[in-house]
C-alpha cells in the first residue's frame, strides 16, 4: 500500500492539473481551452513515446517526478502568461501521462494478485482527491492565485517521490507466496485483447471522465447556477466518489458485473442528461436540479467500472504491458485533448444536448461491442 501510494504521486494524484486552468486569467475562451488542452496534449505525446521505445520502469518513474518539477516553474513564470502556462502544463502532462501507465505496470509486477485491488484502490482515490484538489482551490483564489497554488501541490509531488521512492523496483512479476484457498485462478483474457483495451480507453473518455474534472463549474453554471454554488458542488462530487471507490473492494461482487453494469448504469444516465437538457417544457429551476442531481450520480457511477477497469486492463497482455497500455492510453489521452478543446465552444455555442450527443453515441457503440469481448470463460451470446 504504501508503493501504491507513492506511484500516486506522479501518476493518478496529477490528474488535478486537468481542470486547473483559472479563466480569469485569460482573455479568450480558445486560450482557456488551448491551455486546459495542453495537460492531455502532453500525456498523448507521453503515451504515444511509451509504445514505440523501451523503457526501465524506476528511470522513467524519476524522469516523471524531474518533470513536473520543471513544469510546475515554468507554469508559474508570471510573464507570457499563456505560452508558459501551455508549456508547462504539457510537460506536466508527459509527465502523469508516463506515470499512469508505468505505475499500474509497476504495481502488477510487485504486488500478488490477491492484493491488486486493495493497491488499485490508492490510485483511484488519489484520482478522486486530485479532481478536488481542483476544484476546491478556486475557492481559495481570494487568498493564493490557482496557479501557483497548483505548481506548488504538483512540485511538492515530485520531490515527496524523488525521497520516498523505492531504491529498486522489480522486474519481474510477483507470484503468490501465501494463498487463502490454494485455488486461486489465473485471470481470464478477453478473445480480442487489444481491441478490449482499447474499447476501455474509449469508453473512460465517452462515458464523461473528463467532462466532469475539466468542466463540472462551468455545466453547472449554465443551467442557472452561480459560480459559488457551481464550486461547492464541483468540490462535492469528488468526495462521493470515495465512496463506490471503498465499496468496490468491500463487496464480493465480479469485475464484470462492477464493469459492464457500472457502464450501462452510467449510459442510461447519459440519456436522461440528454432527455432532461432538451424537454423544452421543464421550467429552468427544475432543469437545473434535475441536471445537477444527474450529474452527481453520472459521477458515482462510473466510479465503479473505471476504476475496476484498471486493474483488469494490465492482466490482457503476459509481455509488452507498458508499450500495449500505452497504446490503448494514446487514444484515450488523444480523445481527452480533443473533449477538453471542444466542449467549452460546443456547450456555449450549441448547447449542452448537441455537445454531449456525440460522448452519449460513443459510449453506445463502445459498450455494445465490449458486451462480446469481454474476458469471460463463455461467449456472450444473445438468446432469441
Known sequence: MRLALILALVSSLQIFQQSSVDPKEFQTIWQIS???????????????????????LHEEL??????????????????????????????????????????????????????????????AAAFSMGTFLANSMFLLSELISPTFLSAGL?????????????????????????????????????????????????????????????YSALIFTYYGMTTHSALLFSVFYPILQ??????????????????????FISIKI???????????????????????VLLLILSISFTFPCNTALCILFEQFDGANVKVASKSRCVMWFLA?????????????????????????????SYSIMLFIFPSKKPFSIQL
Not at 257 to 263: E, K, N, S, T
Not at 270 to 292: D, K, R, V
Open 34 to 56: 488551448l491551455v486546459t488542452a495542453a495537460f492531455p496534449i502532453g500525456k498523448f505525446i507521453a503515451t504515444c513515446f511509451l509504445s514505440f521505445h523501451e523503457v526501465k
Open 270 to 292: 447519459q440519456f436522461f442528461l440528454i432527455i432532461t437538457s432538451s424537454y423544452p417544457y421543464l421550467p429552468p429551476n427544475h432543469q437545473m436540479i434535475a441536471m445537477t
Open 154 to 214: 504538483t512540485a511538492s509531488a515530485g520531490i515527496l517521490y524523488l525521497i520516498l521512492r523505492p531504491d529498486e523496483y522489480p522486474t519481474e512479476e510477483c507470484t503468490e507466496t501465501v494463498s487463502i484457498d490454494g485455488n486461486t485462478p489465473e485471470p481470464v483474457k478477453s478473445s480480442h485483447p487489444a481491441l478490449f483495451v482499447f474499447l476501455l480507453m474509449v469508453i473512460n473518455v465517452s462515458i464523461g471522465v473528463p467532462l466532469m474534472q475539466t
Open 337 to 365: 485533448s480533443i473533449s477538453t478543446l471542444t466542449f467549452s465552444k460546443m456547450l456555449t455555442s450549441y448547447g449542452f444536448t448537441v455537445a454531449f450527443f456525440p460522448y452519449f453515441l460513443l459510449s453506445v457503440i
Open 242 to 263: 470515495l465512496i463506490p471507490v471503498m465499496v468496490s473492494t468491500r463487496v464480493n461482487i465480479s469485475r464484470r458485473i462492477l464493469i459492464l453494469g457500472g457502464y
Open 62 to 123: 524519476d524522469k516523471c517526478a524531474r518533470l513536473l518539477l520543471l513544469g510546475a516553474i515554468i507554469s508559474a513564470i508570471p510573464i507570457f502568461q499563456t505560452t508558459c502556462s501551455f508549456v508547462g502544463r504539457f510537460v506536466m502532462g508527459y509527465s502523469a501521462g508516463s506515470g499512469f501507465v508505468c505505475a499500474p505496470a509497476v504495481l502488477r509486477l510487485a504486488v500478488p494478485e490477491s492484493m491488486r485491488p486493495t493497491n488499485f484502490l490508492f490510485l
